[in-house]
């Protein structure tokens, strides 16, 4: 059998299915080195600045744990909970021999030239993991933190919800404010065991010119619940994933939520396909898009294996100034016996939301800007509050950054 | 005050209202009567400034300000509001949140919720679901913390059940600084001012002191039972054919219908 590393290897140009083609041979591996940081209050200003966008809490109240890396280095990991594992995984792959059962296990090493990279160059990444029976209420929270410019950052993250457990993250992405250039590879791999309960939102604040390839796959196991949540609102070059959720085991859930706002000149290929490949399992997959002059393709993928299954698909797209907005909800029933719905709406504001609002006293641009946080607010079921609550921040934050 | 003098106005390429003159005095609430169709609402959303609604003659002035072509934020600002029939669903908007945006400083947004019995709707998507009674309970609550000096009352008892309308009734008395007891006003121009050392105030005092104005569509004539009003007018065909005792005319219409009311009237 052919190792993974040939594999790899043998991918080294594919090209990935959807999403522009990058040139990985434009940006630079060679990380430089960064000082571990012990106490995260001593990082300098800006850096602190830009991962708070990102969702991190540099106060760390309220958290059970938190990961940093910057370009190719863990410059701190930590769990303050009993029962919380954060661990680079460099480390761990050295020092843990059960995580082999799990790394690589989901994504595949050949799926495109993204996940050979991470393969063949691995820089880093995260294993969370709340240990059997363990609810880690406060969430655990992680940055990866983009500093070098023109580099290729390849991680992979490993997240273990084991059984009867709760798990909630924050995972922030974020780029040092002189970068202009670089790329981002991210492998996720989330496994959610019996009965327990994982959350994970990821918060994207990138640069214009950076690229972003996140792989990620998870698989729920019986009574189950997972919810991935994908917040995207600063301009980006280019972002494009299809993360893939496979409900294997009885009553399973899953819901994946996404609110995307696309600059002029950004290009998000934004997606979440799920698999019900169990009974009484359940998926849903809502998504949140405006376009402000960028190029944002939405799309959504329920694929319905056994009867007695439902989804639901939402696709919702404003378009502002320009730019191109396309939902592409698709839905797919194998058996007898499976609901599956969607809706898709691609338009502008209307003009009467707008009016009502002046007609309390709002100027025109309050109006707009509060309809559209409006239609940046979704509430997502299962969420502890504080975590709605920082998605809501994270929005507020971007919403008067980009508007 | 709100003056309005031949006001013209299309909609499209339909002239909707015609010929319209209307005065209403500080302290002052009138109520509109009119078929349907007859550019009731059109008027009011003239006055609020929806941009749809093209004024193609007449003026109408303000607070001694001409605000024909004024901007619908700056009339709300200037102190006009308007409780909609059918106000649009705003998707993720809180209604705690609009509230919030159009209060005054100082507004207690809770003790107003509880006071409509709306307090379980404040986190609510504003409109999204809402059953007639509810919009209506939403639409004043926002006119409370808008604290409006010309409050525009489209149909405020439609589609609201009986244990609603005594509420309903009593939020417009009090927006309008009104008692529901009071007799109209037999001449507003001729009030004198009121300039008491007493802090005390007699009914007919408070009355003469207010400086609310109401303007208020009814189409059932039900919110006659709760609210009290100085004057009545009958818009028919784009024309004010009528004016009056509000409960007078209600009468009229009920006895002979508004065609033949705007004949009498007219």
Known sequence: MR????????????????????????????????????????????????????GLDISEEGRSGTYIQKDAISIHSGSHQDGLE?????????????????????????????????????????????????????????????????????????????????????????????????????ISEFYVKKNAK???????????????????????EKGGLFLSNYISMKPVKSVQMYPTIYLVGKGAVARSYSLLVGSPGSELDVGGRIYLKAKDTRAEIVSRAITNGGNIISRGDIVAEVPGVRGHLECHGLILNGGIMHAIP???????????????????????????????????????ATIVRGFLSVDIPDLPAPLQAEIDRAVDLSQKEVM | MLLIEDLQVKLGNKKILRHVDLEILPGETHILFGPNGSG?????????????????????????????????????????????????SIQGLKTRRIIEACSKNGVDINALAERMNFTDFLDRDI?????????????????????????????????????????????????????????????????????????FKTVKKIVESRLKMGLIITHTGFILDYVTADKGLVLYNGVVAGKGHPLEIFKQIRKVGYKECARCAA
Request: with cysteine; charged share 25%; hydrophobic share 35%.
């Open chain 2, 127 to 199: 409109n999204v679901g809402f059953s007639g009674g509810e919009i209506k309970r939403s639409e004043l609550l926002q006119l409370m913390a808008q604290d409006a000096d010309l409050a525009l009352f489209d149909e405020p008892e439609s589609g609201v059940d009986l244990e609603n309308i005594s509420l309903i009734g009593n939020t417009i008395n009090t927006l309008l600084q009104r008692r529901p007891d009071e007799e109209p006003r037999k001449d507003a121009k001729q009030c004198e001012t009121v300039n008491t050392p007493s802090p």
């Open chain 2, 40 to 88: 009731k609402t059109s008027l009011l959303m003239t006055i609020m400034g929806y941009p749809q609604y093209k004024v193609t003659g007449g003026k109408i002035t303000f607070k001694g300000e001409d605000i024909t072509h004024m901007t619908i934020d700056d009339r709300a600002r200037l102190g006009i509001g308007m409780s909609y029939q059918r106000p649009p």
């Open chain 1, 86 to 186: 954060i661990i680079p995984i460099k480390k761990a792959l050295k020092e843990m021999d059960w995580l082999k059962e799990y790394y690589w296990k989901l994504a595949s090493v050949d799926t495109d030239k993204y996940t050979a990279r991470a393969r063949l160059d691995l820089q880093n990444g995260y294993v969370i993991r709340a240990l059997p029976g363990k609810k880690i209420t406060l969430p655990a929270q992680a940055c990866l933190y983009l500093e070098k410019e023109g580099f290729s950052q390849n991680v992979h993250n490993i997240i273990i919800a084991e059984e009867d457990s709760e798990l909630h993250i924050i995972s922030g992405c974020a780029s040092a404010s002189h970068v202009t250039r670089g790329l981002h590879v991210g």
């Open chain 1, 198 to 220: 994982l959350s994970f939102s990821m918060i994207h604040h990138w640069a214009e010119d950076v690229v972003v390839r996140p792989r990620s796959v998870g698989i729920v």
């Open chain 1, 330 to 368: 698709e839905l797919k029933g194998m058996v007898d016996g499976v609901e599956l719905s969607h809706e898709a709406a691609v338009g502008k504001i209307a003009q009467e939301e707008i009016l009502y609002l002046m007609s309390r006293g709002l100027t025109e641009e309050e109006a707009t």
């Open chain 1, 3 to 54: 190792s993974l590393d040939d594999k790899a290897h043998e991918a080294k140009d594919k090209k990935a299915a959807i999403g522009p083609d990058i040139d990985l041979n434009t940006y630079s591996l060679d990380s430089p080195q960064h000082a571990a940081v012990k106490d995260l209050k001593v990082m300098p200003g800006a850096d602190k600045e830009k991962m708070a966008f990102a």
